[in-house]
């Protein structure tokens, strides 16, 4: 495949309580986000509700990354920045509204809303850092507007969604992707957001709805009002909460999950289709533990409505859900039943396209949505350039071979390929005298003993003379 010159690439992180996941993508010059490339590992107690709590993380990551580097339309380019996911329990929201008076009617510009902007990130306090900031609603010499930019007035103001996390999140990041692994960290992006935008449709944003991230340890939700996020907050409970539920049936943590996810169903008994029956396991039991942290977890959802200040008749748009805990059998549907809400399950839109057939759209909605939200930002090297020709790709390393030298032309700088830089000029002589001579013995050419040696007949005519030689010379035979 030839590489389109406009052609950007980009690279991704997504480092949860429960795997790593690294993409990379390439973005044309229509903004379509082409995914090339997806690796996973898993990971064990070392991100605790999002947070990195170990930084051995560093060689998990090292690992996916090394896979990706490996793919045919990456190597043998090398990762050098990234950019990634933020996330976790500790990321809140907070709605802020901000204003500015300007001395006359004014022309409303980008670097007016620049400044709202700031305003709103001011109000948060330095014991948090400030991972994005989503405008709400405008207003121009309150008028309600979509985009005030273009517009004439004496006050502007701005309701805005402001999100943050303790700086302890991004310090760790640093510390593995950056002083462990020496990538540079090209942008950070707050997960839910770019999962919301990348899987939401309009008409569910303007109308109102309700966006989940069901993850392993913490579920996000994300509340759109009139087309943009009202309400944020992410709750220190997951899917694998249902997976330690079943551990007190006696399986351990392994089986345990993978009995969840096989024939698992969150459901009440009278509405579950029995599942496994004859492998030994009592999916009563199973099942009833399963829709008892289900129905906990969906009421914990469900809470979120009143702490917004919205009802369930504000969001007719409904429930769209991500996340590895949303394919749990059953769990959509109790939600729906439990939130008189229509749920739907998200996945990328029209404007992804997936290269690697192997990748699953729905199970890696998560990093995918990095990507493309990354396509957005202004763009920062991921990659080491792709070299020109074969030639500068030849390892460095590459066994010296007498072919490389043209005896009859050798530069200064060619015949210096094999030598150590601290021998003496002398030295250096002496061994390409060597080296010359033994390629001409190779050739049957001897520069010492030429003149004993017939100037015609090649190889077999010296043959021969040698054999005499050695007949008429006893002494030679003897020995």
């Known amino acids: ?18 795997k790593i996941r690294g993409a990379i993508g390439t973005v044309d010059n229509s903004g379509v986000v082409d995914v090339v490339a997806v690796e996973e590992e898993k990971l064990t107690d070392k991100v605790r509700y999002g947070v990195i709590q170990n930084v051995d993380v560093s060689n998990t990551l090292h690992m996916v990354i090394d896979r990706l580097e490996a793919y045919p339309r990456i190597a043998p380019r090398k990762i050098i920045g990234a950019y990634v996911a933020l996330g976790g329990r500790a990321l809140t929201s907070s709605m802020v509204d901000v204003q500015l008076s300007l001395p006359a009617e004014t022309e409303i510009t980008l670097p007016i809303i620049k400044d709202l902007r700031q ?22 010499d309150n008028k309600s507007q979509i985009d005030p930019v273009g517009a004439y007035g004496q006050t502007v ?34 997960r839910a957001i770019a999962e919301a935008d990348m899987t939401l449709t309009d008409d569910e944003r303007r109308l109102g709805c309700m966006f989940v991230d069901f993850g392993a340890e913490t579920t996000t939700v994300a509340i759109y009002r009139n087309g943009a996020p009202v309400y944020v907050a992410t709750l220190p409970i997951g899917s694998r909460n249902i997976t330690r539920d079943l551990i007190d049936l006696n399986y351990i943590e392994e089986r345990a999950e993978e009995i969840k996810k096989v024939s698992g169903n969150a459901l009440p008994q009278e509405n579950r289709t029995r599942k496994g029956a004859g492998d030994g396991i009592d999916y009563t039991d199973v099942n009833n533990y ?27 748009g409904g429930i769209v859900i991500v996340g590895g805990g949303a394919r749990l059998r059953g769990f959509n549907e109790l939600l729906s039943q439990q939130s008189k809400l229509k749920v739907r399950q998200g ?10 057939g192997s990748v699953d759209r729905v199970e890696m909605v998560d990093v995918i949505s990095i990507l493309v939200a990354s396509a957005a930002t202004p763009e920062a090297p991921c990659l080491t350039p792709k ?8 390892a460095p390393d590459r066994p010296y071979s007498y072919e490389d030298i043209d005896d009859e032309d050798e530069d200064d700088d060619e015949s210096r390929i094999g030598y150590d830089d601290d021998e003496d000029d002398d030295d250096k002589a002496s061994k390409r005298n060597s080296k010359k001579k033994a390629s001409k013995k190779h050739n049957g050419k001897d520069d010492d003993d030429s003149d004993d040696r017939p100037t015609s007949g090649g190889f077999l005519s010296s043959l021969k003379d040698r054999i005499a030689q050695l007949m008429n010379d006893n002494s030679e035979f003897k020995d």
């Open 157 to 190: 103001g701005a309701r805005m969604t402001v999100l943050s996390c303790p700086p302890q999140i991004k310090r760790m990041l640093r510390r593995v992707i950056t002083e462990r692994l020496g990538l540079n960290i090209n942008g950070y992006i707050p």
């Open 290 to 316: 399963i829709h008892a942290r289900a129905d906990e977890i969906i009421a914990n959802i469900i809470a979120q409505l009143e702490y917004a200040g919205v009802r369930y008749t504000d969001l007719p």
């Open 347 to 356: 996945a990328p839109n029209a404007s992804v396209r997936i290269s690697d």
């Open 119 to 140: 305003q709103a990130s001011a109000t948060v306090t330095g014991e948090r850092d400030v991972v994005d900031i989503v405008p709400v609603r405008f207003t121009v």
């Open 387 to 394: 070299p020109d020709s074969e030639q500068s790709r030849r």
């Open 1 to 18: 495949m030839s590489e389109n010159k406009h052609e950007r690439y980009i690279v991704a992180f997504e480092i949860g309580s429960s």
